[in-house]
């Protein structure tokens, strides 16, 4: 007797990526192989930091720094970016302890030559300190967006860290909201993923400024977060979380969407 073929476990359904549009392409491809019609509504885009003197500084005096703990992708450009416009040799980072969260941060240093020893198990605090070890008096340099939250630099300080914070880019809206309105209004869509607090202030933001309230309600598509801290900020904004990925990257987001839409019906959401 042939077998019936294995339906794909998204197919069917309509899932909107609301991250910045350069980081969004394994996550399309995931999900897309897993039968899902992707549609791409960025909510944030990045710039370079507009006074890079402190960022200067900071790598200029590297050797004075003991650790150096990479968040994002788009930490890992800006900081190797502008090592190399101040002639700076990512070799200068084998000196310090390299720290990076997420895979996807991972592959962006291997990519760039650079070798990390440490890569904690989640993106929060307490992991980064425990994957880190003993940091008292040790000086850990932290790069990133203007719009990062203290709960890292809070936990590296409590162990006895002395952190030095610098903007290494900007996170800056991407769109008014009328595109994602339009996109949850226009058609039925049964998931939303969001990989950043950020994106998250952006959409409720921007679809309150449109009258829109397609992400509230008993008929709203499930909302689905990159980590606990995206997670949070969804629930403070009003949002009702359907899952939240285990694994911080690409992939962990594309299983937590199959498990949130798992227990659904298949038939995808009116609107």
């Known amino acids: 007797m042939s077998r019936a073929p294995e339906v794909a476990p998204l197919a069917g359904r309509t899932v909107v990526l609301t991250r910045a549009r350069e980081q969004s392409r394994a996550l399309t491809e995931r999900l897309e192989s897993l039968g899902a019609n992707v549609v791409l509504v960025p909510m944030i885009q990045f710039a370079p930091a507009r006074d890079p003197a402190p960022l200067d500084a900071a790598l200029r005096s590297l050797r004075e720094h003991g650790a150096i703990v990479f968040t994002s992708v788009n930490a890992v450009a800006a900081t190797l970016d502008r090592m190399a416009q101040l002639g700076i040799q990512p070799g200068v980072l084998s000196e310090l302890i390299v720290a990076a969260i997420g895979d996807a941060t991972a592959a962006a240093l291997s990519e760039r030559g650079v070798m990390y020893g440490v890569r904690p198990a989640r993106a929060t605090g307490r992991d980064v300190v425990e994957a880190l070890g003993s940091v008292v008096g040790c000086r850990v340099l932290l790069p990133r967006s203007d719009l990062a939250r203290s709960d890292l630099p809070d936990a590296l300080r409590r162990c006895g860290a002395t952190v030095v914070e610098v903007i290494a880019y900007h996170t800056l809206p991407d769109q008014d909201g009328g595109g994602l309105a339009a996109v949850l209004m226009g058609q039925p869509i049964d998931a939303v993923a969001f990989a ?44 009702a979380v359907a899952a939240v990925a285990r694994q911080h990257d690409a992939l962990g987001l594309a299983d937590a969407v199959v498990s949130a839409l798992g227990a659904r019906s298949s038939a995808p959401r009116s609107h």
């Open 196 to 239: 950043s607090p950020s994106a998250v202030d952006v959409a409720v933001g921007a679809l309150a400024a449109a009258g829109c309230r397609a992400l509230t309600g008993d008929a709203a598509p499930a909302i689905v977060a990159i980590g606990p801290i995206t997670a949070r900020q969804a629930e403070a904004r009003g949002l």
